[in-house]
C-alpha cells in the first residue's frame, strides 16, 4: 500500500507570494517550478500527479513537498524557502591577504626582493611567497590564476610601469 504524501496548507500570503512567483516572467525557471510543486500540493494533487503534469521526476515533487513542509516552522519567507540550501565545501587554502600580497609583488620589480630576473613569472612568485613566509605551500598555477582573474601582466610591467621613450 503506497504511503500517503506529506499535507500542505498555504496561508493566504504564502498562495499570494507562491503565485506571483509563477507569473513573474523575471523569476528564474528553477525557483518558478519549485513554486508550481507546492501550489499543485497544496491542492492536493499527489507527487505522481505533480510530476505528470509538470514532466519533472517523482523524487523531486517528494524533495519540495517534504522541504515545504519541514520549513514550515521557521521564519523563511517564501524565496528563502525554495531557493537551494547552502552546499559545504572545503575551506579556503588561502587568505585574501595573501592573495593582495601576492599581487603587490607581482607590481613590484623582482630586483627588490634579490631575484636576478627582469620579469616575475609564475613559479618565481610562488617560490618567493613561499621564501618569505606568507604561504606555506602554493603552485605556480595558482599564482598564475590569481594574476589572470586580477588581469595582472607582470612579465609587460615594464611596459606600463616605464613606458618606451
Not at 501550489?39 to 494533487?45: M, V
Not at 517534504?66 to 524565496?79: F, H
Not at 537551494?84 to 613590484?108: H, I, N, W
Request: positive net charge; glycine residues 4%.
Amino acid at each position: 500500500m503506497p504511503c500517503q504524501p506529506l499535507t500542505i496548507t498555504l496561508s493566504d500570503t504564502d498562495q499570494q507570494a507562491l503565485e506571483k512567483l509563477v507569473n513573474r516572467p523575471s523569476t528564474p525557471q528553477q525557483i518558478a517550478q519549485r513554486a508550481r510543486i507546492v501550489l499543485k500540493a497544496a491542492l492536493g494533487q499527489n507527487n505522481a500527479e505533480i510530476a505528470r503534469a509538470l514532466d519533472i521526476s517523482i523524487k523531486m515533487a517528494r524533495h519540495w513537498r517534504r522541504y515545504w513542509v519541514e520549513t514550515t516552522e521557521q521564519s523563511k519567507t517564501v524565496m528563502e524557502r525554495l531557493r537551494d540550501r547552502e552546499r559545504p565545501g572545503s575551506p579556503l587554502k588561502f587568505t585574501l591577504e595573501q592573495q593582495v600580497e601576492c599581487m603587490a609583488m607581482a607590481c613590484r620589480d623582482p630586483m627588490e626582493y634579490g631575484r636576478p630576473i627582469s620579469h616575475w613569472s609564475s613559479h618565481e612568485l610562488a617560490d618567493e611567497l613561499i621564501k618569505l613566509g606568507i604561504v606555506e605551500q602554493i603552485s605556480p598555477r595558482q599564482v598564475g590564476r590569481w594574476l589572470a582573474e586580477a588581469e595582472l601582466k607582470p612579465h609587460q610591467s615594464r611596459y606600463w610601469l616605464f613606458p618606451p621613450v
